[in-house]
């Protein structure tokens, strides 16, 4: 299985165990991870959460593009006003999970890592950590994972990552500079760091940390919610077609500046 759950005092570990792909997912994989955190919503012996990805190399890197292209196709709706987006629904906030949920990132968080950045109370991350947003480089428009990185970023640093693409990453320091990142720690330690936060949070009584999280929640949730009803308008006016998109990203792989040549890092 590619998303492992592993319960342990009070704590749940989320792992995206995908680490050959660069913890890519797969449809399958968006569906379990949904699942995974419904199912966690009844489970009182669990207070707290952490999602990690294995192997070191990345946290996750979006949606496996060859693998949705392979098996399964995802329809998109006849209207300019909708979209079907099979990764919307991957976080713990979607799912209406509302204990507290940290993020341990080591290695590359890109593209749809947003998805699930953007729904946990906060990060911790490695300095050799990298954060970038690859959406206009291949012709998409970066609606939603923008839109979940400006509650979290000043506005400058998230228009700069979302239209630079693949050109410039952020460094894990950068990132804990402007406010992305809580906690940094050594390379190898970001999972430890964010369990020992995760103990913690466990170990208070669970209905005020629960009703903490949702009234930091609720301060943010009304521009939040109005910012992403108008994403799938513009999403659908804005992207190539999918074909374009499939053959940029085959362009940028073999000339290989998809594989980092040509990035700059900050």
């Not at 998409?140 to 994972?145: D, H």
């Not at 320091?173 to 406010?179: F, L, Q, S």
Request: aromatic share 6%.
């Amino acid at each position: 299985m590619s998303i492992r759950l592993e319960c342990r005092d009070g704590v749940a570990t989320v792992t995206l165990d995908r680490p050959e792909k660069h913890n890519a997912l797969d449809l399958a994989d968006a569906r379990v991870l949904s699942r995974t955190w419904r199912e966690l919503r009844t489970d009182r012996s669990v207070r707290a959460a952490v999602v990690t990805g294995a192997g070191g190399r990345a946290f996750c890197t979006g949606i496996d593009r060859s693998a949705v292209a392979d098996t399964e196709a995802v329809p998109q709706p006849a209207s300019p006003f909708a979209i079907e987006d099979p990764l919307l629904p991957i976080g713990p906030k979607s799912n209406d999970l509302w204990i507290p949920v940290l993020a341990a990132v080591e290695g590359m968080a890109c593209g749809g890592a947003f998805y699930l950045l953007g729904e946990a109370e906060f990060l911790v991350a490695t300095e050799d950590s990298a954060f970038f947003d690859p959406h206009t480089t291949y012709g998409m428009v970066s609606a939603y994972e923008a839109m979940g990185m400006a509650q979290r970023m000043p506005f400058g640093e998230v228009a700069r990552m979302a239209l630079m693409g693949t050109a410039e990453r952020i460094s894990g320091r950068r990132a804990y500079e402007t406010g992305l990142v809580s906690e940094l720690a050594p390379t190898g330690g970001a999972l430890d760091a964010a369990l020992d936060c995760a103990r913690t949070l466990a170990s208070y009584p669970p209905e005020a940390v629960q009703g903490t999280v949702r009234a930091v929640w609720a301060a943010r949730e009304a521009a939040r919610s109005q910012a992403m009803a108008q994403a799938p308008a513009l999403i659908a006016l804005g992207n190539l077609s999918p074909e374009r998109q499939a053959e940029l990203f085959a362009g940028r792989r073999q000339s290989g500046r998809g594989g980092g040549a040509s990035f700059r890092t900050r």
